[in-house]
T-cell receptor
Framework: GAVVSQHPSRVICKSGTSVKIECRSL??????MFWYRQFPKQSLMLMAT?????????EQGVEKDKFLINHASLTLSTLTVTSAHPEDSSFYIC???????????????FGEGSRLTVL | AQSVSQHNHHVILSEAASLELGCNYS??????LFWYVQYPGQHLQLLLK??????LVKGIKGFEAEFIKSKFSFNLRKPSVQWSDTAEYFC????????????FGDGTTLTVKP
């Protein structure tokens, strides 16, 4: 199956600092990647859709200036949490859509997730 | 907009028991349907999907799901669960017209007692 890698898997930072999380599709090209936030015992909340070479589309209520998304290539998207605060602590997950295998069904391949803790 | 409802938040079963997890969606158009699984400490992965054709879909590890269009349902089943099936299960739907953007249910935690 297709492999999506997320890095780092865990990160602890001080309040006010910025943190970058990378999402890479290792063996396929992903024109579209998605960023989610998952709270304990809850579902995945879609934050934004990241399209290669264009601006990300943010879901309602998600601050685009706080959660910066860049999708510079067909295999890499980054999420930067700027000026992080304790309430930003969460599990962030990316997924990618394979332009070949997922073009019709929209099947998603997920990264391992990144646990962010803001002190 | 589409939405997904999973009726069971936490299911506890003994090994060899049969499993059925409910999933209903709301959307007026044509959809693709998915079940994803998240084993403890692992990332989400696809269990099975329905795109078209036979509404009874078979996935990995003996799981199957049936798409009943009239009921807007896509319930997940397994005749005999194993301890290793302990995981979080998510139902998801995307609209055929916007196949990339999936909506997820709240998830069902399945605990299988040995």
């Amino acid at each position: 199956g297709a492999v999506v890698s997320q890095h780092p898997s865990r990160v602890i930072c001080k309040s006010g600092t910025s943190v970058k999380i990378e999402c890479r599709s290792l063996d396929f090209q992903a024109t579209t990647m998605f960023w989610y936030r998952q709270f304990p015992k809850q579902s995945l909340m879609l934050m934004a859709t990241s399209n290669e070479g264009s601006k990300a589309t943010y879901e309602q209520g998600v601050e685009k200036d706080k959660f910066l998304i860049n999708h510079a290539s067909l295999t890499l998207s980054t999420l930067t949490v700027t000026s992080a605060h304790p309430e930003d602590s969460s599990f962030y997950i990316c997924s990618a859509r394979d332009r070949v295998r997922g073009g019709v069904t929209g099947e998603l391949f997920f990264g391992e997730g990144s646990r962010l803790t803001v002190l | 907009a589409q939405s997904v409802s999973q009726h069971n938040h936490h299911v506890i079963l003994s090994e060899a028991a049969s499993l059925e997890l409910g999933c209903n969606y709301s959307y007026g158009g044509t959809v693709n349907l998915f079940w994803y699984v998240q084993y403890p400490g692992q990332h989400l992965q696809l269990l099975l999907k329905y795109f078209s054709g036979d509404p009874l879909v078979k996935g990995i590890k003996g799981f199957e799901a049936e798409f009943i269009k009239s009921k807007f349902s896509f319930n997940l089943r397994k005749p005999s669960v194993q301890w290793s099936d302990t995981a979080e299960y998510f139902c998801a739907v995307n609209a055929r017209t916007n196949a990339g953007k999936s909506t997820f249910g709240d998830g069902t935690t399945l605990t299988v007692k040995p």
